[in-house]
């Protein structure tokens, strides 16, 4: 940029911008899905993946039990058992493993693609590591107290989370890939 002066940074784009806005949320929400994949959670299985300011992954996670804690006999047990017969006890959810995860200094201003709404707890720890952008895939639990808590958190942050709704077009990218195409 040739003008820019001190007081006329350019500002940096967001990710959604970079290469097309559907393609790039095509590209990171397949992401999220595929670490999705790999949670041991025989019901609820959740992926994050975020994405800085320059389009690059700094981060992904999926809900597992904590590091080392994995074949220890903690509950998978989902509903709500009294006692401390419940995964919601233990479980680290995709979003904190994500930023627990992170491959850079911090992730400031940053986006997050999660395939399901974020929870309280969730959207607390977005809020302070100061994610800016919210990209998420369903909305199954929007009943929940924990997830109205979230939107109240996101409300008064600042953040407006995103409903991603280009699922066909996830489908036809992940069926474009063909290990063995040369
Ligand atoms: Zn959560």
């Known amino acids: ?84 017969d419940k995964k919601y006890l233990y479980v680290c959810h995709a979003e904190l493993n994500a930023i627990m995860n992170k491959t850079s200094m911090d992730v400031e201003g940053c986006t997050i693609y999660v395939t399901l709404y974020p929870c309280n707890e969730c959207a607390k720890l977005i809020i302070q590591s100061g994610i800016k952008g919210v990209v998420y895939l369903s909305n199954k639990h929007k009943d929940y107290n924990e997830t109205k808590a979230a939107v109240k958190l996101f409300r008064s942050a600042g953040i407006e ?20 195409a040369e």
Not at 22 to 48: C, Q, R
């Open 161 to 180: 989370p995103r409903q991603f709704l280009a699922k066909r077009e996830v489908a036809d990218f992940l069926a474009s890939i063909d290990p063995f």
């Open 1 to 84: 940029m040739a003008s820019s002066s001190k007081d006329n940074e350019p500002q940096p784009q967001p990710p959604t911008q970079a290469g097309g806005p559907i393609e790039d949320d095509v590209y990171f929400m397949a992401v999220a899905l595929m670490f999705a994949k790999k949670s041991p959670d025989p019901n609820t299985k959740v992926g994050a993946c975020i994405v800085n300011q320059e389009g690059n992954i700094v981060g992904i996670g999926y809900n597992k039990m904590p590091n080392g804690c994995e074949d220890k006999g903690l509950p998978w047990k989902r509903g709500r058992p009294k006692g401390l």
